[in-house]
């Protein structure tokens, strides 16, 4: 029979938790499929009306072309381990603090700024390595405009320079070569221009858009080549940025410090962050206490791509999680339960997953079960040493009776099953024992008050006396091993038991 099951569900009880009713109803359903019923659910469509608000409630649509203004850009260093990427982000950080401008000793907040000699801005990732740039990704933050991979000319293009390659491009950010250690002596500059092109990436010089500059990190030369060739391919993207409304960032640092408790760096992508705002990321949040810059003064206002550490936080946000400014603090509580109770639902999908390997464990051993209690049930036919299933009681008619033993379980099981389909309108037959294993003294002697002719399939006698045996008692044993030749067999020592017909 196929049942049809229909299940209503009402979630107004559980308007501010709806996947419950959901996994409620996906265990049932589960549980109704394997059993074998068909069944239909019906829920309300509340559910995923009241998802969608508050999801969208935190994202705003894309800025209007006409609010934007001009940003400058973010860039990430990248390239294969010892090629110098630490070495350039510290004396890129240098030449800020010999322009004389900030002066002060240098904090490490996850980012920073290089000020131009035209009062354009550049703030560095100040994380090298791909391993941040893909944490990032994976948390599909796009905060990195220019990725600067930093080759060393004496090394060549190695493993990670090739996987920093594949990143940026996947990423579809704009490559721009640093190809450093050229104080060396075993600086080899064409070489490793070689090396690049033949990973794709078409140089200027080869009429390409990918810009080399060679650059000695240790000793600082080539840097200011470095900086203005950022700037002009920050030119041709066109960086702009709505400074106004509600902050839309991207953290990228986290810490806990022993005076000023949780921090965060981030880099704001839309409005201006303020003193006193209110913010969520992930399902932390903060009223922005005070703001510091990477010189670690602090500040009353963060427009986009200014990297800013945040004071503030109730809990530590995570690198890459999104940072979205709500109007309240009531707003943000709303936004953060939601988010928290979509991480209970990521949980209750790992909960309903065992639920379903138990049910199918469960019917499994179900299974196993069934069969063995099959199989008992002929052991207990075996024992007793009678099989009522396949005697066929004709009450007029004559009566064959037989014995079968086989060589293993299966061939005998093969043979009972013939046998249970085997039918007969005028002869009775009667199986009045059968097992594995040859043939023994006991068969014969429980043959020969039933005048039963004992079957051999693939198995012959314990000892030769049962053959002897077997001949005094005037008890037939029949040796096969082809089932359709025992069958025949079989079915002419039936008819033998008939009355001829004319
Ligand atoms: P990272 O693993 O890419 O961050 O590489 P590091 O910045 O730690 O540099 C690895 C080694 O290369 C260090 O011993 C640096 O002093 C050295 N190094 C970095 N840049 C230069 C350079 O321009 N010239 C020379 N000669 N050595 C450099």
């Given at each position: 029979h196929i049942f049809e099951v229909m299940i209503y569900v009402d979630n107004s009880a559980d308007y501010d938790q709806p996947w419950k009713c959901i996994d409620n109803i996906k265990v049932i359903q589960e549980i109704v499929k394997k059993s074998g019923m068909r069944c239909t659910i019906t829920a309300e469509p509340t559910i995923e009306t009241h998802n969608k608000?508050?999801?969208?409630?935190?994202?705003?649509?894309?800025?209007?072309?006409?609010?934007?203004?001009?940003?400058?850009?973010?860039?990430?260093?990248?390239?294969?381990?010892?090629?110098?990427?630490?070495?350039?982000?510290?004396?890129?950080?240098?030449?800020?603090?010999?322009?004389?401008?900030?002066?002060?000793?240098?904090?490490?907040?996850?980012?920073?700024?290089?000020?131009?000699?035209?009062?354009?801005?550049?703030?560095?990732?100040?994380?090298?390595?791909?391993?941040?740039?893909t944490a990032m990704r994976s948390r599909g933050a796009h905060v990195t405009d220019i990725v600067v991979l930093v080759v060393a000319a004496d090394d060549g293009v190695m493993e990670q320079t090739r996987e920093s390659i594949r990143l940026a491009n996947e990423a579809k950010?704009?490559?721009?070569?640093?190809?450093?250690?050229?104080?060396?002596?075993?600086?080899?500059?064409?070489?490793?221009?070689?090396?690049?092109?033949?990973?794709?990436?078409?140089?200027?010089?080869?009429?390409?858009?990918?810009?080399?500059?060679?650059?000695?990190?240790?000793?600082?030369?080539?840097?200011?080549?470095?900086?203005?060739?950022?700037?002009?391919?920050?030119?041709?993207?066109?960086?702009?940025?709505?400074?106004?409304?509600?902050v839309e960032a991207t953290v990228i640092e986290s810490r806990t410090d022993p005076f000023r408790g949780k921090l965060s760096t981030a880099i704001i992508q839309r409005g201006t962050l303020r003193k006193g705002s209110i913010v969520v990321a992930g399902t932390a949040w903060a009223k922005v206490r005070s703001m510091f810059d990477d010189q670690g003064k602090p500040i009353q206002q963060a427009p986009p791509s200014t990297p800013v550490e945040i004071v503030g936080w109730k809990d530590l946000p995570s690198a890459g999680d999104e940072i979205f400014e709500v109007e309240t603090e009531r707003r943000a509580h709303e936004v953060i339960s939601?988010?928290?109770?979509?991480?209970?639902?990521?949980?209750?999908?790992?909960?309903?997953?065992?639920?379903?390997?138990?049910?199918?464990?469960?019917?499994?051993?179900?299974?196993?079960?069934?069969?063995?209690?099959?199989?008992?049930?002929?052991?207990?036919?075996?024992?007793?040493?009678?099989?009522?299933?396949?005697?066929?009681?004709?009450?007029?008619?004559?009566?064959?009776?037989?014995?079968?033993?086989?060589?293993?379980?299966?061939?005998?099981?093969?043979?009972?099953d013939v046998l249970d389909s085997y039918q007969s309108e005028k002869c009775t037959l009667d199986l009045i024992h059968y097992g594995v294993g040859p043939i023994t003294e006991s068969d014969i002697k429980l043959a020969e008050p039933f005048n039963a002719i004992v079957y051999a399939f693939n198995t012959g006698v314990a000892q030769p006396n049962v053959r002897q045996l077997a001949k005094s008692h005037k008890v037939q044993i029949k040796d096969y091993n082809i089932i359709y030749r025992l069958?025949?067999?079989?079915?002419?020592?039936m008819e033998k038991l008939l009355p001829p017909t004319e």
């Amino acid at each position: 029979h196929i049942f049809e099951v229909m299940i209503y569900v009402d979630n107004s009880a559980d308007y501010d938790q709806p996947w419950k009713c959901i996994d409620n109803i996906k265990v049932i359903q589960e549980i109704v499929k394997k059993s074998g019923m068909r069944c239909t659910i019906t829920a309300e469509p509340t559910i995923e009306t009241h998802n969608k608000e508050i999801k969208d409630a935190v994202r705003r649509p894309p800025a209007k072309a006409s609010d934007c203004v001009p940003r400058h850009p973010v860039v990430t260093i990248m390239g294969h381990v010892d090629h110098g990427k630490t070495t350039l982000l510290d004396s890129l950080r240098h030449t800020r603090v010999v322009d004389g401008e900030f002066g002060g000793i240098t904090q490490h907040i996850g980012a920073f700024e290089v000020c131009l000699d035209n009062g354009e801005m550049i703030t560095f990732l100040d994380t090298p390595g791909h391993a941040a740039f893909t944490a990032m990704r994976s948390r599909g933050a796009h905060v990195t405009d220019i990725v600067v991979l930093v080759v060393a000319a004496d090394d060549g293009v190695m493993e990670q320079t090739r996987e920093s390659i594949r990143l940026a491009n996947e990423a579809k950010v704009p490559i721009i070569v640093a190809i450093n250690k050229v104080d060396k002596r075993e600086a080899d500059i064409a070489r490793t221009k070689n090396m690049l092109m033949a990973q794709g990436l078409v140089l200027e010089e080869a009429g390409g858009d990918v810009q080399t500059v060679a650059v000695s990190a240790l000793k600082g030369t080539g840097l200011q080549e470095l900086i203005e060739t950022i700037n002009t391919q920050a030119t041709l993207l066109d960086l702009k940025a709505d400074p106004k409304g509600l902050v839309e960032a991207t953290v990228i640092e986290s810490r806990t410090d022993p005076f000023r408790g949780k921090l965060s760096t981030a880099i704001i992508q839309r409005g201006t962050l303020r003193k006193g705002s209110i913010v969520v990321a992930g399902t932390a949040w903060a009223k922005v206490r005070s703001m510091f810059d990477d010189q670690g003064k602090p500040i009353q206002q963060a427009p986009p791509s200014t990297p800013v550490e945040i004071v503030g936080w109730k809990d530590l946000p995570s690198a890459g999680d999104e940072i979205f400014e709500v109007e309240t603090e009531r707003r943000a509580h709303e936004v953060i339960s939601f988010r928290q109770s979509l991480k209970s639902k990521e949980k209750l999908d790992d909960d309903l997953v065992v639920i379903q390997q138990k049910v199918e464990e469960h019917l499994k051993d179900y299974k196993v079960k069934l069969g063995e209690k099959q199989r008992m049930g002929r052991m207990r036919y075996k024992i007793r040493g009678i099989r009522p299933r396949a005697t066929k009681e004709i009450s007029a008619g004559p009566k064959l009776s037989i014995i079968i033993k086989g060589d293993v379980d299966g061939s005998v099981e093969a043979l009972l099953d013939v046998l249970d389909s085997y039918q007969s309108e005028k002869c009775t037959l009667d199986l009045i024992h059968y097992g594995v294993g040859p043939i023994t003294e006991s068969d014969i002697k429980l043959a020969e008050p039933f005048n039963a002719i004992v079957y051999a399939f693939n198995t012959g006698v314990a000892q030769p006396n049962v053959r002897q045996l077997a001949k005094s008692h005037k008890v037939q044993i029949k040796d096969y091993n082809i089932i359709y030749r025992l069958f025949d067999d079989l079915r002419s020592e039936m008819e033998k038991l008939l009355p001829p017909t004319e």
